[in-house]
């Protein structure tokens, strides 16, 4: 093996709960870095994929997360919404497009694997600079107030991370899932 180092980098990779993430989020650069990083997973859409937004406003996602609910909501499950959107030093939106009807078959799937690419040279630039994440999902949002067009995309995931405080306990050893047919 070339480089047994980076391979196991990214095997010791695992999702930071927002909890054991301290308050300090990544810089700018290493964003910057991630996104470069995850530019680089196949696609075979000229016009790629996915992007990624920071999140500067999270009172204002909160506002997202709350209006998303339905009309009976009670004040519990608002407060609950709205406290989903203010966890993590840092939220990072991942965006895809919405399959469109002139689409082949196949389009969404292709452009869906290209995003779980995305997202993890993403996170593994993040691990790699010693910065914690965890990938979240959500309900569907209809209105979301600009972060993204809901004619065109959709939201695909959040990315809440920040630096981590301890690395978590590795995964142990388990049986190999390559199979030879």
């Known amino acids: 093996m070339q480089n047994p180092e980076f391979a196991r ?93 002139d689409w082949p078959r196949f389009m969404d799937m292709e452009n869906l694997m290209t995003a779980g690419g995305a997202l993890t040279n993403f996170l593994n630039v993040l691990w790699a600079e010693g910065v914690g994440a965890m990938t979240l999902t959500t309900r569907e949002i209809a209105d979301p107030e600009g972060l993204f067009d809901p004619k065109t995309e959709r939201l695909l995931g959040f990315v809440l991370c920040g630096e981590m405080g301890k690395s978590p306990e590795p995964r142990p050893e388990t049986a190999s899932l390559l199979s030879v047919w």
């Open 9 to 101: 980098l990214i095997a010791e990779r695992r999702s930071v709960r927002p909890k054991a993430q301290l308050s300090a989020a990544p810089s700018d650069e290493v964003l910057e870095a991630a996104v470069r990083a995850a530019r680089s997973a196949p696609s075979h859409n000229p016009a790629y994929p996915v992007r990624f937004v920071k999140v500067v406003s999270r009172e204002k996602l909160a506002d997202v997360f709350e209006k998303a609910l339905p009309a009976d909501a009670d004040q519990t499950m608002r407060e609950r919404a709205r406290s989903k959107a203010l966890k993590g030093a840092c939220c990072i939106v991942l965006i895809g497009p919405k399959p469109q009807a």
